[in-house]
């Protein structure tokens, strides 16, 4: 069955008398229910019923059961259940659906068409009845991919519990084999009729011949395995059955035997048929020794195993394909992987790993069977970009394939694989009437073997991926230790940030601001750090970017107001410090964040501070381009009292005329124009735009504040050119709260340059 489009579901009768099946309706799926996306009406286990309606109808006629059909699908309810639960699962476990496979053997579901038809079902059916609606997890692409990995899970256990009970059946016909040997031997030195006994009614095939080779009895079971004619086996040397997929020691562990030298040995062996067909059987062949002990004939038990065979390989296939491209899937890849790692292709391998770019916004838009043609188009494309030796393509589930490439000069190798990639891919492709031109993002990771195992290498892709896409995609990059670890602890630390922000990890130092003019302490910003327990304290450029992406700025960035806005009140109140100020740093999104005034009007009014004691500083980044909606809280902010700064002036270009628009009280000028202040004499640019700067904001009525102040002669230079206040290291670094009401910092005032 086509993955991309399921086929009408077959007609459904009321499932187990479950009362609101739509039996007659011609579809199981109740009204119109087939249109993919959709989901069927009814509670969860009502779709639960249906579903295993669908799925009883697809297999039972290919399973040996002495069930009736609606036995069957009572069967297969709690069986879709858990399929449904594992779909659902907050920590997904595809172990369930192995269950479910070996459930599937366990009632006789092991005609090859029963796995596939199984497959199909929960391919085009699970998500739609079992998805959607209820939905924990989210999107359906990640409904769809749990799909796909439950229908490897489904397949896996399936081959296994087929695989563990064709061991214990042939264990069980290797006993009945050595059960018939001893008959056998006992028949023949008894009486003629009991040995033609044994021999015609076993249902085993069993020949006899001499120590040459020569056939001499065959039974009519192993007549049947060879294709039935007679003149085909007999009169034809033992010898002349050999086949080119002959284990090498079968041939000797045989000449042993007819030496006298072994007992019996057994092997899985396949022969010719007349008509050229394979018979795969397994074989034992024993020594019939005379009364004597002389050895005397060969004795040779055969089972035909073609057909188990034949499954197992389809279901290796099945296990080890992607059902939709037929490319390898992720399993054989990583055993393919794992071959060219331990150095069976050469020293060295070179990989990519392709994620289409936008390919989301082709299913959302063109639905999903378009992004499967698609998918399958690309598959195709990727395959033949792929075809030197050792080459390999591989889908890995959703929009994301690798190919890899092992042997020598891989670097070269790769780059041109990767060219070869994009340029494919860059041809449009034609979907719906429309041309669709796809692009991919293309993470490259070459090396030598036997250093990484698959894992590290597929993660090393896939973060080097993510570095294309954010590079701007329709590229590749190459993997670099360095960005693979700074990756790695950013991930680690996203996600470990709102748990820290429980834990209470975060803390805040205050760096005094001190006026200019007589060095008297002004007031100090709130900078937050993290204290890791594993990385010790972060500075908040390792950490606020994440916060901002991920939107725990919001709670973080509250929770810093509130403290520092605490702080200042302990100052004011307690320590003498009467006028002292805290300035606290808003993000861009903190900005756009609907709760901003009612949040800090708050947070003033609990603490009781003043709002002409809190300075809110905004980058001038985050107000370029701003309109009148972004900077009306900020207009209520400065209404109420509360200063605003623009923080890192200088740095973003705006628009010198545009301040007049900005609700700001204070300019904070960049450290960059401080730093020209350091050289003596100071690098005369700066000094006349800082001149400039400081003389339009006088006029607009802004106070200017330097930062990034670390010596002497930068602070007289500042004061000359009639800064207000400074901020820096030559007077005191970040630190404790508990400092800065105490620090006195006069005699840090530097003499006019
Ligand atoms: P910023 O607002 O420009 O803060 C000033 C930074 O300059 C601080 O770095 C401070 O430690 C550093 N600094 C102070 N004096 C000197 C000096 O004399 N020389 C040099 N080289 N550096 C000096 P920090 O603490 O690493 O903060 C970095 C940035 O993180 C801040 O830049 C601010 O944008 C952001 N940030 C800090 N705390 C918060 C917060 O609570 N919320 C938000 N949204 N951002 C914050
Ligand atoms: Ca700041
Ligand atoms: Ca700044």
Not at 422 to 442: C, D, K, Q, Y
Not at 618 to 639: K, M, N
Request: with cysteine.
């Amino acid at each position: 069955m086509p993955a991309c489009e399921p086929a009408e579901p077959p007609a459904a009768p009321t499932p187990g008398g479950a009362g609101s099946g739509s039996a007659g309706s011609g579809s199981a799926a109740g009204s119109g229910s087939a249109v993919p996306g959709a989901s069927p009406k009814g509670g969860l286990e009502d779709r639960i019923a249906r579903f295993a309606t669908i799925w009883g109808r697809a297999i039972f006629p290919v399973t040996a059961t002495s069930l009736t059909r609606p036995e069957f699908e009572r069967h297969l309810v709690p069986l879709t259940r858990t399929l449904a639960e594992a779909l659902h699962a907050r920590a997904f476990d595809a172990s369930a659906a192995q269950r479910v496979g070996a459930e599937l053997v366990a009632v006789h579901c092991t005609d090859p068409e029963a796995l596939a038809g199984t497959l199909g079902v929960i391919e085009s059916y699970l998500v739609l009845y079992c998805g959607g609606a209820d939905g924990a997890v989210g999107s359906t692409e990640e409904y769809r991919a749990r799909c796909a990995r439950l229908q490897h899970g489904v397949a896996a256990g399936y081959a296994r519990a087929l695989r563990e009970r064709t061991l214990r059946e042939q264990e069980s016909i290797a006993r009945s084999a050595l059960t018939a040997r001893t008959d056998a031997q006992q028949a023949l030195h008894a009486s003629e009729a009991r040995f033609r006994a044994v021999f015609e009614g076993a249902a085993v095939g069993i020949g006899i011949a001499d120590l040459d080779g020569n056939i001499l009895e065959v039974n009519d079971a192993l007549l049947e395995m060879f294709g039935g004619l007679e003149g085909h086996v007999r009169g034809r040397k033992v010898t002349e059955w050999g086949h080119p997929d002959d284990t090498p020691h079968v041939w000797r562990m045989h000449g042993e035997l007819v030496r006298g030298e072994r007992e019996s040995f057994r092997v899985e062996k396949p022969y010719y048929r007349h008509d050229g067909t394979v018979l795969w059987t397994n074989l034992t062949v024993s020594l019939l020794r005379d009364a004597a002990g002389e050895p005397q004939y060969q004795l040779a038990l055969m089972e035909d195993t073609t057909e188990r065979r034949l499954l197992n390989l389809r279901l290796r296939y099945e296990a080890t394909h992607d059902a939709l491209t037929g490319l390898p899937n992720r399993t054989l890849f990583f055993e393919r992987l794992e071959k060219a790692l331990n150095g069976t292709g050469g020293d060295r391998f070179g990989l990519c790993y392709l994620d289409l770019d936008g390919f989301k916004a082709v299913n959302d838009s063109l639905g999903h069977s378009a992004g499967d043609r698609l998918l399958v188009e690309v598959a195709d494309r990727l395959q033949s970009c792929a075809t030197g030796p050792g080459e390999v393509v591989a889908r890995l589930g959703g929009d994301e394939f690798v190919a890899l490439t092992t042997g020598r000069d891989t670097e070269q190798k790769v780059t041109d694989l990767a060219v070869r990639i994009l340029s494919a891919l860059s041809t449009p492709i034609r979907l719906e009437g429309r041309e669709l031109t796809v692009r991919g993002s293309i993470g490259i990771v070459e090396g030598s073997v036997k250093e990484r195992t698959p894992a590290e290498v597929l993660r090393s892709a896939d973060i080097t991926m993510y570095r294309a896409k954010a590079a701007g995609g329709n590229r590749f990059e190459f993997a670099d230790a360095e960005a693979d670890a700074r990756a790695i602890t950013r991930h680690g630390l996203t996600n470990a940030l709102p748990a820290a922000l429980e834990r209470g990890e975060f803390f805040i130092e205050y760096q005094p601001l001190v006026h200019m003019h007589d060095g008297t302490v002004h007031g100090a910003e709130a900078l937050v750090r993290w204290s890791h327990p594993q990385y010790g304290v972060l500075g908040p450029d390792r950490f606020i970017p994440l916060a901002e992406r991920t939107g725990l700025i919001v709670p973080l960035g509250r929770w810093v107001l509130e403290e520092s806005v605490r702080q200042a009140r302990n100052w004011r109140s307690k320590h003498g410090g009467a006028s002292l100020r805290v300035n606290v740093n808003l993000s861009p999104t903190q900005l756009h964040h609907p709760g901003l005034v009612a949040d800090t009007v708050a947070v003033l009014e609990k603490s009781g501070l003043a709002p002409g004691a809190l300075c809110l500083e905004v980058t001038e980044s985050a107000l370029i381009g701003a309109d009148d909606e972004l900077l009306e809280p900020l207009r209520r902010l400065a209404a109420l009292g509360v200063d605003i700064a623009l923080d890192d002036f200088g740095t973003g270009y705006s628009n010198l005329a545009n301040l007049r628009r900005l609700p700001v009280s204070v300019l904070k000028l960049d450290r960059s124009f401080t730093k020209g202040m350091q050289q003596s004499p100071a690098n005369p640019v700066d000094v006349k735009i800082v001149e400039g700067i400081v003389a339009l904001a006088h006029s607009l009525e802004l106070a200017v504040t330097v930062e990034g102040v670390e010596t002497g002669a930068q602070a007289a230079q500042l004061r000359a050119l009639g800064c207000d206040t400074a901020q820096g290291w030559y007077y005191a670094r970040p630190g404790a709260p508990d400092r800065i009401h105490t620090l006195s910092l006069s005699d840090a005032v530097p003499s006019s340059p």
